[in-house]
């Protein structure tokens, strides 16, 4: 197949990470006959230095004539300054609005031979395998905002159809893994929530029989993620509550340096991208964990090229590594012998062929 796709390194490790990505994706295309094609664009803090600004008009033409744009990382102590007009992270939230995607999906695996990474008892940990799937563009985040010097407030809105259209999505993910969705929400308390569940019910009911409904509380939700994350398949929630639990589900696999993520939209065109930042402390040292980065193009091949296989084959290929004892720094235990950014690359491009 023929595929267009949009890289955008931004700062810190991303070019690091994102040359991993390539690398791979390269591999995959020698590998099975298909035709990808590259276009390298400035976004964040590199896009700010060299046009001031973080997402400039020719970055919004290639993401747009793109089949999927693949992100490292933006940010970093260089434009920090909150008092400054323009910051990298105006560019991540234009790019997800020029494209679209509202549902963010994050996938959570633990291997038995990682466990002892994450803060949590391996016992706990085993067969984890898990996806949270965060509404991206409503809810409180968005709602009109008020400040007084003694009081502010944040609206909360949600429409029937925004709720229908993330469920939807995570339903169909749920029909194709293990047939289970959790929804959030805090119908006892929000308005919003109680519409969220309605809308929920009736969809299900109507839509995906036979996809088993579990329905949790937020608070309820945030202890039984970690008292038996093993339960869970694929977790759907509004956007504050997805943002809190997202982060706290990635905690369950040890290192930011291996969770990878995918925004998608109504078209299969998506942006993937590594859950981790920029990482300043280690940029440019050959120290990142390349892993997210991989794992987010085998998302990318998966949901927006529809090459479920090859997605699968680089899956299998990160896992082989890292069974096989490979560790980048950030997943070595001491007396590991540590990799740096491109041998892992390299190891998983051989396990590949
Ligand atoms: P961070 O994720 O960059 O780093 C947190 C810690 O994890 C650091 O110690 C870092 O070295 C380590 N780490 C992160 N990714 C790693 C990898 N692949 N391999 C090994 N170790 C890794 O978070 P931060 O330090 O809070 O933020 C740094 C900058 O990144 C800030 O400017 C922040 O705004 C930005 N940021 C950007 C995004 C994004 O682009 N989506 C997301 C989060 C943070």
Not at 90 to 118: C, H, I, M, T, Y
Request: glycine share 8%; aromatic share 4%; net charge negative.
């Amino acid at each position: 197949m023929k595929a267009q796709i949009c890289l955008l390194p931004g700062d810190g490790i991303g070019p690091e990470v994102v040359q991993a990505g390539r690398a791979v994706l390269e591999t995959i295309a020698s590998q099975h006959g298909h035709q990808f094609s590259f276009d390298e664009q400035l976004a964040g803090g590199a896009a700010i230095d060299a046009t001031g600004n973080p997402l400039p008009d020719e970055t919004i033409t290639s993401c747009e004539a793109a089949d999927a744009v693949l992100l490292g990382a933006v940010g970093g102590p260089k434009w920090s300054d909150p008092s400054a007009k323009v910051r990298p992270e105006q560019g991540l939230l234009k790019l997800r609005s020029v494209l679209g995607v509202f549902a963010n999906l994050r996938p959570v695996q633990v291997l038995d031979e990682l466990a002892a990474a994450s803060p949590i008892k391996s016992e706990l940990l085993k067969g984890v395998d898990l996806i949270v799937v965060r509404e991206l563009t409503g809810g409180i985040y968005f709602g009109e905002k008020t400040r007084s010097e003694t009081s502010a407030s944040d609206l909360c809105t949600y429409h029937t159809h925004e709720i229908e259209r993330i469920v939807r999505v995570a339903a169909a993910l749920a029909r194709k893994r293990r047939g289970k969705l959790c929804s959030v929400d805090k119908a006892n308390v929000l308005e919003t929530s109680r519409l969220w569940r309605e809308t929920v019910d009736r969809l299900m009911a109507d839509e995906f029989p036979d996809v088993e409904l579990e329905t949790l509380l937020v608070d309820a939700a945030a202890m039984h993620l970690l008292s038996r994350p093993a339960d869970f398949d694929v977790i759907v929630t509004e956007n504050m509550f997805g943002d809190i639990l997202t982060d706290e589900a990635s905690m369950l696999a040890g290192s930011l340096g291996l969770l990878p993520s995918a925004s998608l939209g109504e078209s299969t065109r998506g942006l993937y991208e590594p859950i981790h930042g920029s990482a300043p402390d280690i940029a440019g040292k050959g120290l990142a964990n390349p892993a997210a980065t991989i794992a987010s193009v085998a998302l990318l091949l998966r949901h927006s090229l529809g090459l479920e296989s090859e997605a699968q084959q680089v899956e299998g290929a990160i896992r082989s590594v890292i069974q096989a004892g490979g560790r980048t720094a950030d997943i070595a235990a001491p007396g590991d012998k540590v990799l740096s950014t491109s041998a892992f690359t390299e190891a998983v491009i051989k396990a590949l062929r």
